[in-house]
């Protein structure tokens, strides 16, 4: 079942660094972004990295995809749009529009991720955990207006 999210927005420019010999973004770029959107996206809900730390969460990566549909150049202007596409037990989906700043779709992202809390603290073995209630809510778009 889908699940209604909010929709973040991930600002980033193409670098001179971000580019292969041909001139044209290199695919990691891409996947360093949408980490990165990810995180903006939690961390807008009130979920940040000083609060997994503080709490003993993470959300480790166990599936990534891509799918390239133009390619960006140095010196274009972008924008990461996350959502959340999906809430298992203990289990999330996140996807990602990557989109050129004319409005040129560049690619399309889906992580999953596993939402887990280390037994012990920080740097002892990590568990998955089942979602709470309330980290869906933070999430959930509201409803339209009728």
Same mark, same amino acid.
């Given at each position: 079942? =889908?699940?209604? *999210? ?9 670098? $001179?660094?971000d580019?292969? &010999? ?15 959107? @990810? $995180?903006? /996206?939690? +961390? ?6 000083? $609060? ?16 390239? /549909?133009? %390619?960006?150049? #140095?010196?274009?202007?972008? =924008?990461?749009? *996350? ?7 203990? @289990?999330?989906?996140? +996807?990602?529009d990557i989109?050129? *700043? ?7 992202? #889906? ?14 073995? /990590?568990?998955? =955990?089942?979602?709470? +209630? ?7 778009? &509201? @409803? %339209?207006?009728?």
């Amino acid at each position: 079942m =889908e699940f209604h *999210s909010i929709v973040g927005r991930f600002a980033c420019q193409v670098h $001179w660094g971000d580019c292969d &010999p041909a001139g044209i973004i290199f695919y990691p770029t891409y996947f360093r972004w949408v980490d990165a959107a @990810s $995180w903006a /996206l939690f +961390e807008t809900a009130g979920y940040g990295p000083q $609060w997994m730390k503080r709490e003993h969460i993470a959300m480790p990566l166990v599936s990534a995809q891509c799918e390239f /549909l133009a %390619p960006a150049v #140095q010196g274009d202007r972008c =924008e990461v749009r *996350s959502r959340i596409a999906r809430f298992g037990g203990k @289990s999330f989906t996140v +996807e990602h529009d990557i989109v050129r *700043s004319d409005g040129t779709p560049l690619a399309k992202a #889906q992580e999953t991720r596993v939402w887990g809390r280390y037994v012990g603290g920080l740097g002892t073995p /990590l568990k998955g =955990e089942t979602i709470p +209630e309330e980290v869906k809510a933070r999430f959930r778009a &509201p @409803s %339209p207006s009728r």
